[in-house]
T-cell receptor, first 111, second 117 residues
Framework: QKEVEQDPGPLSVPEGAIVSLNCTYS??????FMWYRQYSRKGPELLMY????GNKEDGRFTAQVDKSSKYISLFIRDSQPSDSATYLC???????????FGGGTRLMVKP | GAVVSQHPSWVICKSGTSVKIECRSL??????MFWYRQFPKQSLMLMAT?????????EQGVEKDKFLINHASLTLSTLTVTSAHPEDSSFYIC?????????????FGDGTRLSIL
C-alpha cells in the first residue's frame, strides 16, 4: 500500500462545476499538506498549503485537512478550462522537508 | 516570491554525453534543494536531497556516480547526468525550500526534458 493514495482520474467536468479532489494517507506523522497543479511538461505549481487539520481558502480554491480520518481535499469552485491539469497532493513531517506525493489526478474541464 | 529557475528546459544529446542541469532560487536562499525524476503520466520520484555545502543524500536505487549533485551556494544546485544513455531520458525537476523552521513549502522549477538519442 502506498503512503499517499490519490485517484488518477481522469476527472471530466463541465465548466462552472465544483471539483472535489482527494487524497488519503497512512502516516499519522504528516503535519504539512500541500496541493500542487502541474500542466503538461511543466513543473508543479504550489496552490495551497496547510498545517495540521482545518480549512484554508484562497479565491476559488479551498483546502481541507482531516487528520483524524487521514484525508485531505481540494475544492475548486466555478471551474474553468484553464484549470485542466494534473493535481498532486503532497505532505511532509516538517516544513521544507522531504515531500511524499500522491500519484496525481488528471482533471479536464470542458467548455 | 519564491521563484525557482531551472535550465535548460529541454536538451537532446547523444548517448555517452554528460549533461548538466542548473537549479536556481531567484529571490530566496535555499539551504535545501531536491531533485526529482518524472516519467510520463506518473508522479514525481525523489532522486536526492541536496544541502548547501555538504554531500547530497540519494534515495535508494539512485546511482550517485551517475547523477552528480553539487550545491555550492545558497541559490544554486546542479545535477549532472554522466555518460547518459537512452534509459536516462526523462523529465527532471528541482525544488527548493527555505531554512528549517519556516513554514514555506517546496517550490518547483519548470523542469528539464532530457532526451538521449
Amino acid at each position: 500500500q502506498k503512503e499517499v493514495e490519490q485517484d488518477p482520474g481522469p476527472l471530466s467536468v463541465p465548466e462552472g462545476a465544483i471539483v472535489s479532489l482527494n487524497c488519503t494517507y497512512s502516516n499519522s506523522a504528516f503535519q504539512y499538506f500541500m496541493w500542487y497543479r502541474q500542466y503538461s511538461r511543466k513543473g508543479p505549481e504550489l496552490l495551497m498549503y496547510t498545517y495540521s487539520s482545518g480549512n484554508k481558502e484562497d479565491g476559488r480554491f479551498t483546502a481541507q485537512v482531516d487528520k483524524s480520518s487521514k484525508y485531505i481535499s481540494l475544492f475548486i469552485r466555478d471551474s474553468q478550462p484553464s484549470d485542466s491539469a494534473t493535481y498532486l497532493c503532497a505532505m511532509s513531517h516538517n516544513a521544507g522537508n522531504m515531500l511524499t506525493f500522491g500519484g496525481g489526478t488528471r482533471l479536464m474541464v470542458k467548455p | 516570491g519564491a521563484v525557482v529557475s531551472q535550465h535548460p528546459s529541454w536538451v537532446i544529446c547523444k548517448s555517452g554525453t554528460s549533461v548538466k542541469i542548473e537549479c536556481r532560487s531567484l529571490d530566496f536562499q535555499a539551504t535545501t534543494m531536491f531533485w526529482y525524476r518524472q516519467f510520463p503520466k506518473q508522479s514525481l520520484m525523489l532522486m536526492a536531497t541536496s544541502n548547501e555545502g555538504s554531500k547530497a543524500t540519494y534515495e535508494q536505487g539512485v546511482e550517485k556516480d551517475k547523477f552528480l549533485i553539487n550545491h555550492a551556494s545558497l541559490t544554486l544546485s546542479t545535477l549532472t547526468v554522466t555518460s547518459a544513455h537512452p534509459e536516462d531520458s526523462s523529465f527532471y525537476i528541482c525544488s527548493a525550500s527555505t531554512p528549517s523552521g519556516s513554514i514555506q513549502p517546496q517550490h518547483f522549477g519548470d523542469g528539464t526534458r532530457l532526451s538521449i538519442l
